[in-house]
């Protein structure tokens, strides 16, 4: 089975590499997809996510890595793939995650969301955490990569916000 994971990834931490490492393990295929997000204010462009994801993800064989616009429902049938995997950290999520997946299924009947309950090790950690934590120089070489933890250096030594 192919599947779906989208997300912001801007980003990519340990916590998304716990569900990506667990859906390679029990899909096919599973095809990482950056979205483009043009209202929420990103670190990084989508080509350096595209990037740090590739990096993060290179010794995993059955992974693809792909960005998209829009409606998810309308990529996910271009791509030919209906099954969509979502992490779950706290209940605090679920509310959220629910509609989405209630909505999906509504302009997409086939579209089915399957969460993935994250690990207990890393389900506090988020992009946004990190990367506050970078801004102020704080430590966060055990919630992401070397490559993403050395992008974010990068990051706020020039000053991003
Ligand atoms: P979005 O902006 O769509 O929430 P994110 O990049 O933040 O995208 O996350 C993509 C997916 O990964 C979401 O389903 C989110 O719940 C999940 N996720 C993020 N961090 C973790 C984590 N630490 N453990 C499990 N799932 C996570």
Do not use: W
Not at 53 to 65: A, G, R, Y
Not at 85 to 108: C, H
Request: with cysteine; aromatic share 8%.
């Amino acid at each position: 089975m192919r599947v779906i994971y989208p997300g912001s990834f801007d980003p990519v931490t340990n916590g998304h590499l716990d569900i990506i490492q667990r859906c390679s393990e029990r899909f096919d295929q599973v095809i990482i997809s950056v979205l483009k997000n043009t209202k929420k204010n990103s670190v990084f462009t989508v080509e350096e996510r595209i990037h740090l994801l590739k990096e993060s993800t290179k010794d995993l064989k059955n992974i693809e890595i792909d960005s998209f616009s829009g409606l998810l429902t309308d990529y996910s049938r271009k791509k030919g793939c209906s099954t969509i995997i979502r992490g779950l950290r706290a209940v605090s999520d679920f509310e959220y995650e629910m509609q989405l997946a209630l909505i999906n299924r509504k302009t997409y009947p086939d579209l089915e969301t399957l969460f993935m309950v994250s690990s207990t090790g890393v389900s506090f950690l988020s992009s946004s955490l990190v990367k506050e934590i970078a801004s102020f120089n704080g430590e966060i070489s055990c919630f992401v990569p070397k490559v993403v933890e050395e992008a974010l250096r990068e990051k706020f030594k020039r000053g991003a916000r």
